[in-house]
């Protein structure tokens, strides 16, 4: 079921949140946005509640307010900013991501270690091989195939469940409950059957670790409830997002990332044709910051007066710190709107800032360079099997990409 979410705009100045793009250029933040950014780096904002959180539409000041401990994580308080009613008694569902220090710290740290750099780094064989096999088959079959089925799905939720211990054969559940959760709209009830089934099946799958052990996550997290260092229930909800914040959105990155290559042919061209590796990694930093994927904003909550651009922020006020419009602010990106492969984008906020910057960028990061000059090097001539507006959108999911993405060669 999907619940339509009336806004109750009073103020005509103040754009609904979230906001609608422009179907025409469906890389760049919703034309509301860029206006607000325009006007100032504060601005506010209407929720389908009425409320009316601060809208921080510059990169100075969202790195200082992602960097600010007066900004709260903690989606219990009330004021959150939610885009949508939100599943009674859930708490914080999604674990750390939504947690402040020291609690959020003292979770997270139990989880760092596996993605760190060198950890990672020695995963790409590993990951090479899966990309090599996903494509084999895909260029074995049909054409045209449809990329985010044949390789851009798969190919991170393969990896993440090999890192966490999950089964893959259990891919068609979990992926159907994290859509959910991801998707925007969505009633609080279908929200809270999906959270649900997820951290049940977490639950069964953390017990059956410590019977049959394996060398992941998943493993240590049963081993650590087991010990008494973590609840049952909070390892069941870390296992969640690890598995949503593992695949969904590195996925999404693969197909609109190639997607936004195939509408530039000359950048293609360029990556295609490269063995350079500071290419490859300035590529992947410059579509993480095109596409900034996680375009609902990062929402916060003000624990304390702040005082920024000659505005006061006060405690309680609601704040969305909207990244995508930060990674498209030209005082800190030189014609932001194109996309430049050889650019430094290293300073993007796509994984966010502070502390909660993404703990799997070393992952995502890796798994994209390997995917992105894969593909491009065995489908030279890979194309749109479709036309742009054609193609459907993720608009109503909390995680922009594509649904779908024909492509031929
Ligand atoms: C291209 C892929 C990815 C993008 C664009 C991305 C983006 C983000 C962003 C923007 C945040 C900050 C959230 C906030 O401040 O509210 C975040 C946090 C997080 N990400 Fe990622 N992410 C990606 C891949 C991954 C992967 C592969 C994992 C692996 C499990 C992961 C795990 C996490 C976790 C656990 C957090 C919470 C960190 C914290 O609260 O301390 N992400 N990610």
Excluded at 208 to 224: C, N, S
Aim: hydrophobic letters at 40%.
């Amino acid at each position: 079921m999907t619940t339509t979410i009336e806004t109750n705009n009073t103020n005509t100045n103040e754009p609904a949140f979230p906001m609608p793009r422009d179907g025409k250029c469906p890389f760049d933040p919703p034309p509301a946005g860029q206006a607000a950014q325009k006007e100032a780096p504060l601005t506010r904002v209407t929720m389908w509640d009425g409320s009316r959180p601060w809208f921080v539409t510059r990169y100075a000041e969202q790195r200082a307010l992602l960097s600010d401990p007066r900004i709260s994580a903690d989606i219990s308080n009330p004021g959150y900013p939610s885009p949508a009613p939100r599943p009674k008694g859930s708490g914080s569902p999604l674990s750390f991501i939504l947690m402040d220090d020291p609690e959020h710290a003292r979770l997270r740290r139990m989880v760092t270690a596996p993605f760190m750099v060198k950890r990672i780094e020695a995963m790409r064989p590993g990951v090479q091989k899966i990309i090599d096999d996903l494509l084999d088959e895909m260029l074995a079959g049909p054409k045209p195939a449809d990329l985010v089925q044949a390789f851009a799905l798969p190919m991170p939720s393969l990896v993440i469940c090999q890192l966490l211990g999950v089964p893959y054969s259990d891919h068609d559940f979990f992926q159907k409950n994290s859509n959910v959760i991801i998707k925007r709209g969505v009633s609080p009830e279908d929200q809270g059957t999906a959270m649900g089934a997820l951290i049940g099946y977490l639950h069964q799958l953390l017990t059956l670790k410590l019977e049959q052990p394996g060398d992941d996550i998943f493993t240590d997290l049963a081993r650590r409830v087991d010990a008494g260092d973590i609840t049952a229930a909070d390892a069941a909800q870390m296992g969640v997002l690890l598995l949503i914040a593992g695949h969904e959105t590195t996925a999404n990155m693969i197909a609109l990332g190639t997607l936004a290559l195939l509408e530039n042919p000359e950048q293609l061209a360029r990556l295609r044709d490269s063995q350079d590796p500071a290419l490859i990694t300035s590529a992947v930093e410059e579509l993480l910051r095109y596409l900034t994927i996680t375009h609902d904003g990062r929402k916060r909550i003000a624990t304390a007066d702040i005082d920024i651009a000659g505005q006061t922020i006060k405690a309680g006020d609601g704040v969305i710190i909207a990244t995508d419009l930060g990674n498209r602010d030209p005082e800190a990106f030189e014609d932001p709107d194109t996309l430049d492969l050889e650019r430094d984008a290293r300073h993007h906020v796509a994984f966010g800032f502070g502390v909660h910057q993404c703990l799997g960028q070393p992952l995502a990061r890796m798994e994209l360079q390997l995917a992105y000059t894969t593909l491009l090097r065995r489908i030279p001539t890979m194309a749109l099997a479709t036309t742009l507006d054609q193609v459907p959108f993720k608009n109503d999911a909390s995680v922009y990409g594509v649904y779908e993405l024909p492509v031929t060669w």
